[in-house]
């Protein structure tokens, strides 16, 4: 074979791996419009976070050397009040702030480097993610990203959940929750000058144990009951289909409701919701709520007098369910 028939073959060569390289394979319809924040694109404020879960699904590395020293624990923080944040899971003690808000900066703040449309997610690590982070605002509904294989130009392969599309984002994500408890506690010590947190858990009751949920309000009644498989559906209405993330939300928020106690207020609003909670206990546990129009909300249990405000975090996930 002749130099010249040579280096043509090697040029073409060249020019199918380049190809092949650099230009989107045919099953993969690439969005040129991306470059946008995750905060922008998805209408995430950062304000409006009142619940962060960070769930680890496999390791990182398949052989136990390469995990030295990282750590893959789960765990979930919780907004109560203004900026008050607290660890619930793996244990519970209060977050530092500063961290907090760190950590929600490192999802919302990166870059879309591009969104593709493919056919299966197998390929990129996202039918199987390694971590997926959830994000429930104010109003209730919930963001959750999954994060799977890492790719070249220090990229990892990333979706929200009910999107269409999976995006490339920076593949820092993943050192950026790779959190301990140590690393979210909050290690400052409290003084005598800093107020006096008078919030009270409002009341008790077995959350991992409840098997029906009744919401009574005014003008509507919703029975929500825990089936076999531990999947949540309506009873009444019949039709009413409910999500189970919002049904687990209403839980935990339920279970960790916090208030100030009330001592002079003249008249409750005459809006009220009632809620009990079933157990295998012979009588449910009630919970009244009680809104104005404003949003102010008041919390009591039936068989207490003691009234507590609260969030309406609580009342917007009921108007979620139902």
Not at 1 to 9: E, Q, V
Not at 72 to 92: A, E, M
Not at 185 to 195: F, G, I, K, V
Not at 291 to 313: C, L, M, P, Q, W
Request: aromatic fraction near 10%; proline fraction near 3%.
């Amino acid at each position: 074979m002749s130099f010249r028939t040579t280096l043509i073959i090697l040029i073409i060569f060249v020019c199918f791996v380049l190809c092949y390289l650099f230009l989107p394979k045919d099953h993969q319809v690439i969005e040129q419009s991306a470059d946008r924040k995750i905060a922008q694109f998805y209408g995430l404020e950062k304000r409006l976070i009142q619940k962060i879960q960070v769930i680890f699904h496999r390791s990182l590395y398949p052989d136990q050397s390469s995990q030295k020293g990282l750590i893959q624990q789960s765990y979930t923080l919780v907004k109560f009040g203004q900026n008050d944040w607290r660890l619930v899971d793996p244990v519970v003690v209060d977050a530092n702030e500063w961290k907090v808000n760190q950590l929600l900066s490192d999802l919302l703040e990166k870059r879309i480097k591009r969104r593709i449309e493919v056919p299966s997610l197998l390929e990129y690590g996202l039918d199987d993610p390694i971590f997926e982070i959830s994000l429930l605002t104010q109003d209730g509904s919930t963001k959750t990203f999954l994060i799977g294989k890492k790719t070249v130009n220090y990229s990892v392969y990333a979706k929200e959940k009910l999107d269409s599309k999976i995006m490339l984002i920076e593949s820092s994500i993943i050192r950026d929750y790779l959190k301990s408890v140590d690393d979210l506690r909050d290690l400052t010590t409290h003084n005598e000058s800093q107020p006096e947190d008078n919030r009270r858990r409002v009341f008790d009751f077995q959350r991992a144990e409840t098997t029906q949920i009744d919401i009574l309000s005014m003008d509507s009644k919703v029975v929500l009951r825990k089936q076999a498989d531990g999947d949540w559906r309506a009873i009444e209405p019949d039709k009413l289909i409910v999500s189970q993330r919002v049904v687990e939300d209403f839980l935990f928020f339920a279970d960790s409701l916090e208030g100030t106690e009330i001592q002079d207020l003249r008249r409750l609003p005459e809006a009220e919701i009632r809620i009990r909670f079933y157990t295998k206990a012979t009588e449910p546990t009630v919970l009244i709520l009680y809104y104005t129009e404003d949003s102010d909300v008041y919390a009591k249990t039936i068989n207490k007098e003691t009234i507590f405000r609260v969030g309406d975090h609580l009342l917007k996930l009921i108007r979620k369910i139902g």
